[in-house]
């Protein structure tokens, strides 16, 4: 228990940011909330529809279902990318005597380079008319058959968009999990090699438990991030063709800012808002399902 | 916890409320002649036009020229070129409120909720009172009109949309251009033969393929058909719907597009058409200085020739009649008028149309010769002259007819249904559906 005075103390330096939060993530979802009981296109007046907009988002919305699945794919390739890219790079920078900082560098640039920019270097990369890096490729190495335009095929559309954000950010994950690796107690290591312990007994047994409280954060930043993106595939296809790059995010943004649906829009996003915690959740549990095990 | 929740619930709801009473200007849109001083200060104008532009590039030039006699007044343009990016600003800052003093806008559902609501000054009686009514032709107008016959947006160009084509490409195929539109598939089948891309169309922006839909029913129905259509009066399961859709499958399967084509932009498809490698393009007057001038690569110059929407059998509108845009619109908001306002308007408004002719753009009234530049080839009068030569109906693009849910939707099933992903019959169903359920919010 604190002393009174130190509490008012910690009081005084947690409502700045408390507030701050408030106002910046808290209000808007409250407002989002509150707007999606209604129908309302921004310049008519308000009607109150109670549930009607939840109904028709769960049981009467194709493209809903459609973009949910999509997102849920997106993420996943996200996911592999990030994470599983990742630790792979890291692992072996830990057993690398040269060229670490080059390789950190190269690895991180992608997370530093605009947005925008990534997005119109995949699309020429993908293109096929004129003969894109991707294609070209493929053309040298004699898999010819496979050439295609990658953004127009609905089969790889969702891949090739998903792609370029786990790549941008395979860096990022990189850093934080080589700074864990690194702070591996090396007596540990040793000792277990020299009980004979194999490199991939040293890696699942002394490494990964000792990097899993990291493991954890990276896992849910990188979940979140791949739930709530948006930029890439809006940029490289507007979430065509048809629907078959259609993320939840994408949708809710057309939904509020080309058909003025903001009352529908909200309910999406309050939707994209009940999913991330319930993704969050369940890392939670099932890492700690593991970690008691 | 349980107070501070309900607290915030009453902020935003109190929020909310306090912003839908905001709405709703007090000024009568069709008090035109305001009366009062001329008191000088700036005015903004949210507009969609290329930044470098001749209406932009004029319309500067006209408010120093303003404001040397009214010295304070300055035009402030605040443009977005990328159209899907305008219209959700502008949605944006309608649903805010905070429309500025002029606001482009095509004659779309949202713009005729704004009209009816009283936000946007009645342009055609604006106009008369201007007395520059009578100079502007009324095809310009007509495009700017919305299906009750009202006017509320201004033209400030006046645009003809032909099939430009590639002669040697073609003939190289053996074949000739399209009479009718349903010769098109058939061409499009001997260019592939021929190794010749048959159209290069511009599949990232969407409206470029979504022309295509609109020229099977204008033949066979005219106008009405969209009017009726936007509206679930008309389907596309009638026979000038299923006209379209049956045609645009049989372009699909006779490869007519480029391949990858829905993620290409303008310049990719403008690029694959000047450089001799697709056979036929689908662009207006507002590329005659990049299709008919000596900027066009000389290799293809000679080849290079245009048709207007071809007919077909029993097609119920004329040749010369095709789709003939005057453009995007200028709106001015009724809340914000005032006698300054109108006093720039009627200055710029009557200046203008000389000023445009003279870049070589084809002005939206017929009382200034456009002036050829003087790098043009022959084809430039030629596209100028069709201008002198149209017919009453024009073909309006879709996009600006239908309500935004049925667009977004019509934009991504075309492309799905030129790619031979989806069935006709798949495509119909749901489009008739789409339409049924978003339609009845805007037209009612």
Known sequence: MLPNRSRLSVLVFLLPPLLLYGIAVLF???????????????????????????????????????????????????LVLQLGGALLVASLLTSMRRGRELIKTLY????????????????????????????????????????????SDINTVLAAVSAPEGWRFTGLYMLIIYAALLSVPKELEEAA????????????????????????????????????????????TNGGPGQSSELLTTYMYKTAFTSTDFGYASTIAVFIVVE?????????????????A | MKKLFRTAAVATAAALALAGCGSGGASDPSNVSPTGEVKAREISWLLSRPADGAVINIMKKLAEDYAKDHPGFSLNLITTPDRPSYIQKLETLAAANKLPELFDTDATPFAQQLAKQGKMVDAEKLLKSLDVYDDYRPSALDYQRFDDGSLHMIPFQFELEFIWYNKALLQKAGVAAPKSLDDIPAMCTALRAAGITP?????????????????????????????????????????????????????????????????????????????????????????LPSLATDKLNPTVRADIDFLTLPTTEGSVTAANEFVSPSGIGMAVNAKTYDPLVSDFLKFALTKYPSEYAATGALSPTTNVETAVPANATPLYKKALEMANDLGDKQAMPWDTQLDPTTNGRLQQELVLLVQG???????????????????PKFFK
């Open chain 1, 28 to 78: 808007p979802i409250m407002q989002s909330l509150f707007l999606s009981f209604f129908s309302w296109n921004g310049i008519s007046d308000m009607e109150f529809v109670g549930l009607a907009n939840y109904v028709r988002m769960l049981t009467a919305d194709d493209i809903f279902w459609r973009s949910f699945f999509n997102a849920l794919g997106y993420l996943a390739i996200c």
């Open chain 1, 108 to 151: 991180l640039l992608p997370a530093v380079i605009s947005t925008v920019a990534i997005a119109f270097l995949f699309v020429r990369i993908y293109s096929i008319e004129p003969v894109g890096l991707l294609n070209q490729l493929l053309h040298w190495i004699g898999l010819g058959a496979l050439e295609r335009p990658w953004l």
């Open chain 1, 193 to 236: 090699r020299l009980d004979g312990a194999s490199r991939w007994q040293l890696f699942t047994k002394i490494r990964f438990p000792h990097i899993m409280p990291v493991w954890i954060t990276t896992t849910i930043m990188a979940t979140t991030y791949g739930l709530r993106g948006f930029d890439i595939p809006y940029l490289m």
């Open chain 1, 276 to 292: 991330c915690l319930v993704a969050v959740g369940l890392i939670l549990f099932m890492l700690k399902r593991k970690a008691d």
């Open chain 2, 199 to 287: 159209i290069a169309i511009d599949g990232q922006d969407q409206w470029p393929l979504e022309r295509y839909v609109a020229y099977q029913p204008f033949r066979e129905a005219g106008p009405e058909f969209i009017q009726k259509l936007k509206k679930g009066e008309a389907k596309f399961a009638d026979p000038a719907g299923q006209k379209t859709v049956e045609w645009l499958a049989s372009l699909g399967k006779a490869k007519c597009f480029q391949d990858g084509f829905s993620s290409q932009g303008y310049s990719d498809a403008q690029n694959q058409f000047t450089s001799g490698q697709a056979a036929m393009y689908n662009i207006g007057t507002w590329e």
């Open chain 2, 421 to 439: 992903n989806i069935t006709p019959e798949q495509f119909t169903t749901t489009m008739d559906s789409t339409i049924a359920q978003n339609a």
